[in-house]
């Protein structure tokens, strides 16, 4: 088992909570030993409510151009600027608010608009209306799995369609199993590995893939059969010091094309009581925190540091299920019961800056998607503007499949 000597010295274990605000607590602690230089750290926890953010149902969370920070949840999409702000359906008009409240993904163009995935579909909202894309002629599946940037394309995993690109008013179906498509036909999430400017994608059951560009046309090729040491690893975030982590419930390893695959961590490694790992998030300082459902393991030099416990006594929860860091380097989790944000152990000078998406000042309005074609393009199809938000159906057991495993 790692060694926890640190941990014992380390912020590990927060003493005072002080009431902040409605749906908000401020948790605070220093290190207990005088032996080493104290650390202070603060956690701010959010509970559903009025003011508040209004689910625990974390589904995903980015950064947005101005140092805020948006939440996608199973009831609403709820950003953060030092209060909270949720909206909501719209069903009289989903061309002015959301077309479901249960939001699957979230991500930035190249131009500032904000694109939103859904069991149905997707919205891009330009700053001032939503366009609705619910034609299967453009997305062959209307799950919306992740949304991930690539320059100045979005990528888009649906349900069990393989990827789509959109690209200057173009759509690309890259079909599953198609001559120089993806041998896949459902991802689970994609990181983008900007060091190489290569784009990787873990599935479930049909191993791991690297996805590179030249000259508009996109090659996929595998980099781990599900047969292979690391080919059960099926989701993957990003490393934004270069790289990617790929995990699942047991085990993290790290993955760069210099050195190939360095396992990090494995379920033996935690402590006793630990039964599964729901995610992980590499922070700028080069640390990676592991949510499970026995709190937050901090790995640095290559071991585990710390083992944050921060509600122990609290009666709530050590069940982790999300945990990002956004780009002032507060670590963003989420449990069943809360929401909330960690400071105190990051770098105050990280190594280099989380990657954040800076917009082309005026935002642009979003083009109409004009064209569709899959590897090969074909036909211009029109885009379809949807009529009612309850076209389609929402698959209900895709909920947590990106972030949240059923406790032992």
Same mark, same amino acid.
């Given at each position: 088992?790692? %060694?926890?000597?640190?941990?014992?010295?380390?912020?590990?274990?927060?003493?005072?909570?002080?009431?902040?605000?409605?749906?908000?607590?401020?948790?605070?602690?220093?290190?207990?030993?005088?032996?080493?230089?104290?650390?202070?750290?603060?956690?701010?926890?959010?509970?559903?409510?009025?003011?508040?953010?209004?689910?625990?149902?974390?589904?995903?969370?980015?950064?947005?151009?101005?140092?805020?920070?948006?939440?996608?949840?199973?009831?609403?999409?709820?950003? !953060?600027?030092?209060?909270?702000?949720?909206?909501?359906?719209n069903r009289t008009n989903i061309s002015a608010g959301l077309m479901e409240d249960y939001?699957?993904?979230?991500?930035?163009?190249?131009?500032?608009?904000?694109?939103?995935?859904?069991?149905?579909?997707?919205?891009? !909202?330009?700053?001032?209306? !939503?366009?609705?894309?619910?034609?299967?002629?453009?997305?062959?599946?209307?799950?919306?799995?992740?949304?991930?940037?690539?320059?100045?394309?979005?990528?888009?995993?649906?349900?069990?369609s393989g990827l789509n690109r959109y690209h200057n008013g173009t759509w690309t179906w890259?079909?599953?199993? %198609?001559?120089?498509?993806?041998?896949?036909?459902?991802?689970?999430?994609?990181?983008?590995?900007?060091?190489?400017?290569?784009?990787?994608?873990?599935?479930?059951?049909?191993?791991?893939?690297?996805?590179?560009?030249?000259?508009?046309?996109?090659?996929?090729?595998?980099?781990?059969?599900?047969?292979?040491?690391?080919?059960?690893?099926?989701?993957?975030?990003?490393?934004?010091?270069?790289?990617?982590?790929?995990?699942?419930?047991?085990?993290?390893?790290?993955?760069?094309?210099?050195?190939?695959?360095?396992?990090?961590?494995?379920?033996?490694?935690?402590?006793?009581?630990?039964?599964?790992?729901?995610?992980?998030?590499?922070?700028?300082?080069?640390?990676? !925190?592991?949510?499970?459902?026995?709190?937050?393991?901090?790995?640095?030099?290559?071991?585990?540091?710390?083992?944050?416990?921060?509600?122990?006594?609290?009666?709530?929860?050590?069940?982790?299920?999300?945990?990002?860091?956004?780009?002032d380097n507060r670590l963003w989790f989420s449990t069943p019961d809360e929401v909330g944000?960690?400071?105190?152990?990051?770098?105050?000078?990280?190594?280099?800056?989380?990657?954040?998406?800076?917009?082309?000042?005026?935002?642009?309005?979003?083009?109409?998607?004009?064209?569709?074609?899959?590897?090969?393009?074909?036909?211009?199809?029109?885009?379809?503007?949807?009529?009612?938000?309850?076209?389609?159906?929402?698959?209900?057991?895709?909920?947590?499949?990106?972030?949240?495993?059923?406790?032992?």
């Amino acid at each position: 088992m790692a %060694s926890h000597t640190r941990s014992k010295l380390f912020l590990c274990f927060l003493l005072l909570l002080i009431p902040v605000a409605a749906g908000a607590a401020d948790l605070t602690g220093t290190s207990a030993s005088p032996d080493v230089q104290q650390n202070h750290g603060a956690i701010h926890l959010f509970i559903p409510a009025a003011g508040s953010i209004h689910s625990t149902q974390v589904t995903d969370i980015i950064n947005g151009p101005h140092g805020e920070v948006l939440v996608a949840t199973a009831f609403g999409l709820s950003t !953060y600027t030092g209060y909270w702000t949720t909206q909501h359906v719209n069903r009289t008009n989903i061309s002015a608010g959301l077309m479901e409240d249960y939001v699957t993904a979230l991500e930035y163009d190249a131009s500032g608009n904000l694109w939103i995935g859904f069991g149905d579909g997707i919205q891009i !909202y330009n700053g001032h209306d !939503y366009t609705v894309i619910q034609d299967q002629e453009l997305l062959k599946s209307l799950q919306i799995r992740g949304l991930q940037r690539w320059d100045d394309d979005m990528w888009v995993a649906t349900g069990n369609s393989g990827l789509n690109r959109y690209h200057n008013g173009t759509w690309t179906w890259f079909s599953p199993y %198609s001559q120089n498509g993806p041998g896949f036909f459902e991802a689970d999430s994609m990181a983008l590995d900007s060091a190489t400017d290569t784009l990787f994608v873990a599935t479930d059951h049909e191993g791991l893939w690297e996805v590179t560009t030249a000259n508009g046309t996109a090659g996929f090729d595998k980099i781990q059969d599900t047969g292979d040491p690391f080919g059960l690893l099926g989701h993957v975030r990003r490393d934004a010091l270069g790289g990617v982590y790929f995990f699942n419930a047991t085990e993290v390893a790290h993955y760069d094309a210099a050195t190939g695959f360095t396992p990090l961590i494995h379920l033996s490694d935690l402590d006793a009581g630990t039964s599964f790992i729901s995610d992980v998030a590499g922070g700028s300082n080069g640390a990676l !925190y592991v949510a499970t459902d026995n709190g937050m393991y901090v790995w640095e030099n290559a071991r585990i540091t710390c083992h944050l416990m921060p509600f122990d006594g609290f009666g709530t929860t050590p069940r982790i299920r999300t945990v990002f860091t956004d780009a002032d380097n507060r670590l963003w989790f989420s449990t069943p019961d809360e929401v909330g944000y960690y400071t105190g152990d990051a770098s105050t000078e990280p190594l280099i800056a989380v990657e954040t998406m800076t917009p082309t000042p005026p935002p642009t309005p979003v083009p109409e998607p004009l064209n569709v074609s899959q590897t090969t393009p074909s036909e211009n199809v029109p885009q379809q503007k949807a009529t009612s938000p309850f076209d389609g159906i929402f698959t209900a057991l895709f909920g947590f499949s990106r972030f949240f495993y059923p406790s032992s």
